[in-house]
């Protein structure tokens, strides 16, 4: 029942958020077109950053499903790649708000572990400290996440399989 709960105040968001920009979204506005008690909601969510905080939680963890179900690392990187651009607008309503800073830390954290679950050699590469190999999954989830921003902010369409072709063999294959 509790994720059903969330799911629906999910879902009226995401309505309301196709209407209006997320600044002006409150709670108020969200229990009532949910129809549920402002009690109900914040017994789910803090409050509007945990409910978006959920949702880019739930999203990463089914991209991630979707991902591991791939042939190889590219096809995963592909994978990833269409769930960011399928969710293109959430990500434009959200870097055009007050809370876009913590987006782009969500963004990137999600980037991260992406990266974490994918290429395992940069993680456990014998050649880099604990430390560097830190550094480098931050570097590169930054840079990624940086692109993608660029892309959406100038409304750009990212050519999937190009910008995963590129990830692999200028990025990842260098630590393989």
């Not at 600044?23 to 509007?48: M, N, P």
């Not at 945990?50 to 990187?77: G, M, Y």
Request: proline letters at 1%; a positive charge.
């Amino acid at each position: 029942m509790a994720k059903a709960t969330k799911s629906l105040i999910l879902a009226k968001f995401t309505e309301l958020l196709k209407e209006t920009d997320l600044d002006k979204i409150t709670v108020t506005t969200l229990v009532a077109e949910c129809e549920i008690s402002r009690q109900t909601f914040y017994y789910h969510f803090a409050d509007i950053e945990a409910l978006i905080n959920w949702s880019i939680k739930e999203k990463t963890a089914e991209c991630l499903r979707q991902a591991k179900a791939a042939s190889n690392v590219k096809d995963a990187t592909v994978i990833y790649l269409s769930y960011i651009e399928a969710n293109r607008f959430f990500i434009e309503k959200y870097l055009k708000s007050s809370l876009s800073a913590f987006s782009i830390k969500l963004f990137r954290n999600c980037t991260m572990e992406f990266i974490i679950a994918f290429y395992p050699k940069i993680v456990k590469s014998n050649h880099l400290s604990a430390e560097d190999t830190k550094f480098a999954i931050e570097f590169i989830s930054n840079a990624v996440v940086g692109v993608i921003i660029s892309s959406v902010m100038e409304n750009r369409k990212i050519d999937i399989e190009n910008f995963a072709d590129r990830m692999n063999r200028t990025i990842f294959e260098k630590f393989i």
